[in-house]
């Protein structure tokens, strides 16, 4: 079935999440990684959730959560390494979470990176797609969903396919939300290791968009 938009676009950003970001750092220093078969990046193999966050987090969000994971593979709490050196370094690519229709949060936890460490959100410069495609955009650009799709993993890391419409600046113990279908990355990565590398943690949640208070 072709992809349909259920969400509505935002970009919320929040300072100060965890109330001591010190521990959490430390937590996802303590825990251990995998890169999975099918994607690329390290990310821990157990969650993290402080007492009560599906609660706090549709209080910050403005919306209902009526999806929450616990099981890693789902990604949500999960602490994830991004490595701009080392045996384990990674080009951040272009790309959209899934279900296209969640919303995923990121919390920014390594302290001193610079600012341009943060979160990018783009616009393909061909098909002017700044999200994964819908049966309207097939229709638009005469191209079906899948044969869209394949494009833009083709030109993920091709910086000059893009163009930047959205960058939220890095800063310790920041969240940045956005819909999950929107097309995103790191702005850049920082670091060889699991000590000096961009630290972050993910939670990927499904919503109810008829809750949407901001909306």
Known sequence: MAARARYQR??????????DPGAVHRAAQAVKYHQPEHV???????VYHLPRMRQRLERILGLRIRRWDTDPAEENGVF????????????PGVHSDFPLDDVTVVVYLTPGLPVDCG?????????????????????????????LRALLARDTRRRDRWIEIDRIGYRLNR???Y?????????????ASLYDGRLYQT???GVDW?????G
Not at 40 to 46: D, K
Not at 123 to 142: E, I, K, Y
Not at 210 to 214: C, K, L, P, T, V
């Open 10 to 19: 935002f970009v919320m950003v929040l300072d100060d999440f965890y109330r």
């Open 119 to 147: 979160t990018s959100l783009w616009m393909h410069r061909v098909t002017g797609l700044c999200a994964q495609p819908t049966a309207a955009d097939a229709r638009r650009l005469d191209r079906s969903v899948s044969e």
């Open 40 to 46: 690329t990046g390290l990310r821990s193999t157990t």
């Open 179 to 191: 819909p999950s279908g929107v097309l995103h990355s790191a702005t850049r990565h920082y670091g």
């Open 203 to 205: 939670f990927r949640v």
């Open 80 to 91: 994830y390494q991004g490595l701009a050196g080392g045996g384990l370094k990674e080009t």
């Open 210 to 214: 008829g809750s949407f208070r901001a």
């Open 175 to 177: 969240m940045v939300a």
